[in-house]
Nanobody, 116 residues
Framework: QVRLVESGGGLGQAGGSLRRSCAVSGVSGSIFSINAMAWYRQAPGKQREVVAR???????NYADSVKGRFTISRDNAKNTVYLPMNSLNPEDTAVYYC???????WGQGTQVTVSS
């Protein structure tokens, strides 16, 4: 059974930093390493949107709203993807989800709240 387990801080202040992690289990390292992983978020009253995606070779892309502030990375040896978030602002408040392109699996989602 494939599981995506998210962890990391959920409360931050404007200008501060938080770090999200997503550990994937139930899948071989080879499957994990050749597939893209992504972080999405959904703010109240808004559609879920992709925040960042990292491909198998390490190529990344980001939503314009987080470019230069968030950095997605992956550790294929640990089947884990990370999302350090810097220069936070209240507009980053949302439920954040980890997503695996293989099979369309989602993490449990975690509320991230940034206070001004």
């Amino acid at each position: 059974q494939v599981r995506l387990v998210e962890s990391g801080g959920g409360l931050g202040q404007a200008g501060g930093s938080l770090r999200r992690s997503c550990a994937v289990s139930g899948v071989s390292g080879s499957i994990f390493s050749i597939n893209a992983m992504a972080w999405y978020r959904q703010a109240p009253g808004k559609q879920r949107e992709v925040v960042a995606r990292i491909f198998s070779g390490g190529r990344t892309n980001y939503a314009d709203s987080v470019k230069g502030r968030f950095t997605i990375s992956r550790d294929n040896a640990k089947n884990t993807v990370y999302l350090p978030m810097n220069s936070l602002n209240p507009e980053d408040t949302a439920v954040y989800y980890c997503y695996a392109d293989f099979g369309g699996y989602w993490g449990q989602g975690t509320q991230v709240t940034v206070s001004s």
